[in-house]
């Protein structure tokens, strides 16, 4: 039997109509929406459902959207089984839950708090982010170091061979931007998000997040879940709350991650929740191993 990996995806991958299908096919489905609807004392579902667009983009939605979406979808599906699982930056609630380390009552509340405390903390420390395609790890650090004297600016996402996200203060990443080009970028694109994840301006968002973290029951996995933070499997319920509170300003190592993986003898990924970007990922970090989506009530069918 292949050893098989759950991958849970981040924010950028909702879209209007994400779960209907989910909802109107599985009673199980339909139950956990609801759930969450209670849970959060917002209509969550009828965002998901119906939108608009943007209030489905705003972190504070987008964030318990995708995880609904994606934890509904690992909860009805009934043979696939997984060795280990990893999610990108929000999707790793999305793996936790999985994994049995946080119920899903309570994640679904603590990932709102988590999309509201990274939402004001945007709006308090003004920033922003973008993709550069073509520079190494290195070299894109040096970048980013030359740029800080014009503000705060970092790696945010290892994302895959060439495709790094940095984020930070408006000055230090559009500096930051002019030099990555200089030095051979192939792709410098400044992404339309509400504030500059995974970088030290979300340290109020951090203190607010612990607040949540003390107050949530987390246990120790079933499997091993791969953190962001570390690009390492972790199973112990202390380390797992310590990493999802560095997780905040913290680079998403998801290369590192994925290879890291594929050394424990992983041969399958399972992409599960909305689009396909990490099924991407994935291919541009190795080609050779199995991916596969799970989206759709059509995509959960098959494992029934």
């Known amino acids: 039997m292949s050893k098989k990996a759950f991958l849970f995806p981040g924010q950028g991958s909702q879209y209007v109509g994400m779960a209907q299908d989910l909802y109107d096919n599985s009673v199980e489905a339909k139950e956990m929406i609801k759930t969450a609807d209670e849970a959060l004392g917002i209509n969550l579902s009828y965002i998901l459902f119906s939108g608009p667009e943007e209030q489905l983009k705003q972190t504070e939605y987008t964030q318990p959207a995708i995880f609904l979406h994606s934890v509904v979808l690992s909860s009805i599906i009934r043979t696939l089984n997984a060795d280990a699982a990893a999610g990108h930056s929000l999707g790793e ?18 990932v709102r708090a988590r999309g509201v405390a990274m939402q004001k903390a945007g709006v308090q420390n003004i920033g922003t982010m973008a993709a550069v395609v073509g520079l190494q790890p290195d070299m894109l650090n040096e970048c980013c170091a030359e740029a800080s004297a014009e503000g705060i600016v970092q790696a945010a996402n290892y994302n895959s061979p060439g495709q790094i996200v940095i984020s930070g203060s408006v000055g230090g990443v559009k500096k930051a931007m002019e030099i990555c080009k200089a030095k051979g970028a192939k792709l410098v694109k400044e992404l339309v998000v509400s504030g500059a994840f995974h970088s030290p301006l979300m340290q109020s968002a951090k203190a607010d997040l612990l607040n949540e973290l003390n107050n949530t029951n987390i246990y120790d996995a079933r499997f091993p879940v791969y953190a962001n933070v570390t690009a390492k499997p972790s199973v112990k319920k202390d380390e797992i709350k310590n990493l999802l509170y560095e997780q905040v300003t913290s680079p998403v190592r998801w290369e590192e991650t994925i290879q890291n993986m594929i050394k424990d003898g992983i041969e399958e990924f399972y992409e599960i929740g909305p689009g396909k970007v990490l099924q991407g990922l994935v291919k541009r970090i190795n080609s050779d191993v199995k991916i596969f989506g799970i989206d759709k009530y059509s995509d959960v069918e098959k494992y029934l």
């Open 93 to 110: 609630y999305s793996a936790l839950v999985a994994a049995g380390a946080i119920q899903f009552y309570d994640a679904v509340k603590l």
